[in-house]
Every structure is written in structure tokens, then in C-alpha cells.
């Protein structure tokens, strides 16, 4: 398990912040982190699938400086190589992309590495493979991705919640109205995609997530 102190960020986050940038409202990548930062967010995944890989690399660069700066962690989806030339803290990776076994002897013991889970048997299977964390979703149906899987609905966040020591973020189709159930369902760390990057107001519909979870015991 990655030792860094960016691992403190993720293992004391309440949301998890991912680019999108067909929802951004015509803003860049760039933009929108530069506001997730201001409005609290401490950790960041890069998440970028139609650019080429020298544009992902410039932007990607450009976003490393500003978490840096800021102390906030960064973590690229699916590409170790656009991690490590930018020496992002993390990598998330899928199902299908390489083994986390692979994965962390390319990026050694100090960077995160994520896994996206989506049912009991693969979250099991995860805690046995050295990662940091795992995804847990879609919780809600979802269209950020394409190739996204069927909801896994709030059991099978029960389900990680009961068995898995592994710290988890929660995601897919997470949204304001939604967001205090997914918290009383014992998530700690929640990602909301297009919720956030596809706000008008980011600092402030973030202020509103945030006051989705305390409000949920009430």
C-alpha cells in the first residue's frame, strides 16, 4: 500500500472530484479543477478519453502544477504511462485495463493505485492485490461512461461497507438529491461527475453536496 501523505487526502476526503469535459459547460479541464480546488476538493482524478495523448499530456501537466501547488492529490484514470510523466500521485484503473499486480510494478510502492469494483467477488478479489482503494458503483445509472456496467445499487455498498477494509469511493449517477443516502449508507469519500463539472456555480453546488451529507442523519 502506497505510504505517501497524498493517501491522507483520499482517506479523508468527502468528495472526490473527476473531470468530465463534455458535461463542462464549454470549459476546460483546466478550468474546472482550477475551481474544484477553491471549493475544497482534495482529491482530483484526471479522467480523459477522446483527446490525443500529447494534448492529455499538456493539460495533465498542467493540472499536476495546480494540485501540487494547492496540496491536493491527483490521480489520472487508466493511463499509468500519462501518470508517471506527470508524476501524478495515483492511477485508477478498470477491470479490463492491466492487473494491479502489473500496475504497481511499473509505478512502484509510492503512488495510489485505485480499482473499479463493481460487485462483491471483484472487491474481495481487490483487497488481495496491494491497491489503496477501491470504486464502488455505479451506484445510480449513469452516462459519463460508455462502456459503463448496469447500477450495483446501495447493496453492494452495504456489502463493501460490512466486509471490506479497503478504503472505497462510491460512484455513478451520484447527484444532490441522492447524495445523503449513498453517505448514510456508510461512504465516507463520494465522487460526483457531471453533478459538479457540470455546474454553472462548482464552488457553490459543492457547498450544496457538502450539505446534502451532514444533513443525513437528520
Known amino acids: 500500500m502506497a505510504a505517501r501523505k497524498e493517501l491522507s487526502n483520499l482517506l479523508g476526503a468527502d468528495i472526490y472530484g473527476i473531470t468530465a469535459e463534455e458535461y463542462s459547460l464549454g470549459r ?9 480546488i477553491d471549493s475544497g476538493i482534495r482529491v482530483v482524478q484526471y479522467r480523459e478519453k477522446q483527446k490525443k495523448a500529447r494534448r ?12 501540487r501547488d ?10 499509468v504511462d500519462l501518470a508517471l510523466l506527470v508524476e501524478a500521485d495515483g492511477v485508477h ?4 485495463d492491466l492487473p ?4 504497481r510494478e511499473l509505478v512502484g510502492e509510492k503512488m495510489i493505485i485505485g480499482l473499479s469494483t463493481h460487485s462483491p467477488a471483484q472487491a474481495l ?3 488481495k492485490t496491494g491497491i489503496d ?4 458503483g455505479p451506484i445510480f445509472a449513469t452516462k459519463t461512461k460508455k462502456d459503463v456496467c448496469d447500477p450495483v445499487g446501495l447493496e453492494y455498498l452495504e456489502f463493501v461497507v460490512r466486509n471490506i477494509e479497503l478504503p472505497f469511493v462510491a460512484i455513478g449517477g451520484i447527484k444532490e438529491h441522492n447524495i445523503a443516502e449513498v453517505s448514510r449508507r456508510g461512504a465516507r469519500c463520494i465522487a460526483a461527475v457531471t453533478e459538479i463539472v457540470g455546474a454553472e456555480d462548482i464552488i457553490g453546488r459543492v457547498r450544496a453536496l457538502r450539505k446534502a451529507i ?3 442523519e437528520e
Open 93 to 96: 484503473i478498470g477491470q479490463d
Open 28 to 36: 476546460s479541464n483546466v478550468e474546472v479543477v482550477a475551481r474544484m
Open 70 to 79: 494547492a496540496g491536493v492529490t491527483l490521480i489520472v484514470n487508466d493511463h
Open 56 to 67: 492529455m499530456y499538456e493539460e495533465c501537466l498542467k493540472i499536476r502544477e495546480m494540485t
Open 214 to 216: 451532514n444533513l443525513k
Open 100 to 103: 494491479p499486480e502489473k500496475v
Open 133 to 136: 482503494y477501491i470504486g464502488v
Open 125 to 127: 478479489d481487490a483487497a
